[in-house]
């Protein structure tokens, strides 16, 4: 993975979340809301979960992600175990990029007037290296399986 962010970026992306945490449930909501409509066929993998929970989980990774992504490297062990995990519900690689389509449309939603293309750049990074590590452990676990 060489994706890299920028101090600024970073400061960004903890900006433009900070205006999000006090709606946090709502931007989940929203967010699988979204992600539904576009990708209906992942409703199913949601079944029999609690959706209060579910958000509060979302809410909670994506804060954790946020506030260390300056030293992403003490989190990266944990992502890719969340990779594993995710794997294991079923999720493949294309999912990825349709989660973060619904996720910067929430977030773009959720801020309004003051989202940017500056904005969108930087979650977009911040993302994609969530997204590469998880499916990196998703990878690594399939082969040690086989």
């Known amino acids: 993975m060489?994706?890299?962010?920028?101090?600024a970026q970073i400061a960004l992306v903890r900006e433009t979340w900070s205006r999000v945490v006090?709606?946090?449930?709502?931007?989940a909501s929203l967010f699988y809301q979204r992600l539904f409509e576009t990708n209906p066929q992942l409703a199913p993998m949601f079944a029999g979960?609690?959706?209060p929970e579910q958000r509060n989980k979302l809410v909670k990774a994506?804060?954790?992600?946020?506030?260390?992504?300056?030293?992403?490297?003490?989190?990266?062990?944990?992502?890719?175990?969340?990779?594993?995990r995710h794997?294991?519900?079923?999720?493949?690689?294309?999912?990825?990029?349709?989660?973060?389509a619904a996720l910067l449309w929430t977030l773009q939603t959720g801020i309004g007037d003051d989202w940017?293309?500056?904005?969108?750049?930087?979650?977009?990074?911040?993302?994609?290296?969530?997204?590469?590590?998880?499916?990196?452990?998703?990878?690594?676990?399939?082969?040690?399986?086989?």
């Open 2 to 7: 060489n994706i890299q962010i920028t101090p």
């Open 22 to 27: 006090p709606i946090a449930d709502t931007a």
């Open 49 to 51: 979960v609690d959706m």
């Open 62 to 84: 994506i804060n954790m992600v946020v506030m260390a992504l300056d030293r992403i490297d003490t989190l990266l062990p944990m992502i890719r175990d969340m990779g594993r």
């Open 87 to 100: 794997a294991g519900y079923g999720v493949s690689d294309e999912h990825y990029g349709q989660v973060g």
């Open 116 to 146: 940017s293309d500056e904005a969108a750049q930087a979650w977009a990074l911040a993302y994609q290296l969530l997204a590469d590590t998880m499916m990196a452990g998703a990878r690594a676990s399939a082969r040690s399986a086989a």
